[in-house]
Structures are given as C-alpha cells and as structure tokens.
C-alpha cells in the first residue's frame, strides 16, 4: 500500500509534466508566430510586394527573362483562376529562379520536378533555384482551395533539352 504522502508526490510529479507540457506548447505556438513573421528568420529571406502593385514590379510582365549575364528567372503570378503564365518553357541543366506570387487570395502549387511546393500567400514572393535536369512536361494543379474555378487553375512547366 501507497501512503499518501507517497501518493502527493506521483500527484505533484504528474502535475508538473502536465504544466511543463502546456508551456511547451506555448513555446511552439510563440515561436512559430515568430518565424512566420520574421522574414528570413530561417531559410530564404522571405520578400513582401503589394498584391495590388504588382504591375510595378518585374510581375508585370510574367514570364521567363534572361538577363544579359545569363541568369535565368521566372516571374509567376497566380491569381482566380489561373497561373500567369499557365505553361512556362525552362531550358534543361541551367538554374532557373522560379518567382511565384498569388494577386488575390491564396493559392499553392506543387511540382514533383524539383520539389517545388508553395503555399502562395497573396503578396509573398516565393522564389526556388532548380536546375532541371532532364526534359519533360510537368503539370501542377493549384492546390489551395481558391474559389469556383479552383479545379481549372493548372501551370505546366516545359523543360527543354
Ligand atoms: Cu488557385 Cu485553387
């Protein structure tokens, strides 16, 4: 038989791993409000535009542009319902930047090429460097629920050999 002093001790023990737990969870919660808000606290720096300036910056005129150093990137806007521009050509074995943005609410994508998956949350650029090795077709849907045309909000990247 347990005594009860034996018995408050279990009891304080349990009870101080209950509240370690919670404030543990706390922890968690503060402190991916702060990575999610830190931009590039960790990974990229995240870049922040104004959704509803986009025609003043390079998403204007979505598309590829090489630059006259060789450098090759991508500008991507997403807006309901489609992807802008919806087929993109890549040239294989080159690093390509992919910049991504949503104009209006959110939208995702997801390319098994490359492991490329975004959330596009309206104004955030999302920007990955691939270098696409082998030429092909790659379809991705949009992923995020985004309104009565979500089904038909598809981007087709074209890697040329
Ligand atoms: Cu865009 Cu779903």
């Not at 390079?58 to 319902?81: C, H, I, Q, T």
């Not at 910049?99 to 997801?110: E, K, N, Q, S």
Request: charged share 10%; with cysteine.
């Amino acid at each position: 038989m347990l005594d009860h002093h034996t018995i408050e001790r279990y009891e304080l023990g349990w009870l101080v791993v209950a509240v370690v737990m919670v404030l543990l969870m706390f922890a968690g919660v503060i402190a991916s409000m702060i990575t999610e808000t830190v931009p590039g606290m960790f990974g990229s720096p995240a870049r922040y535009i104004n959704p509803t300036q986009l025609s003043k910056t390079e998403f204007a005129a979505p598309g590829l542009k090489v630059s006259p150093d060789g450098s090759v990137n991508a500008y991507m806007v997403a807006r309901a319902f489609q992807f802008q521009p919806n087929v993109l050509r890549v040239p294989a074995n080159t690093p390509v930047t992919l910049h991504f943005v949503a104009a209006d609410v959110i939208h995702g994508l997801m390319l098994g090429q490359g492991n490329v998956n975004a959330e596009l949350v309206p104004g955030q650029v999302a920007t990955f460097t691939r270098t696409f090795k082998s030429a092909g077709t790659f379809v991705s849907q949009c992923n995020e629920y985004c309104g009565s045309g979500h089904q038909t909000m598809s981007f087709t990247l074209i890697v040329e050999a």
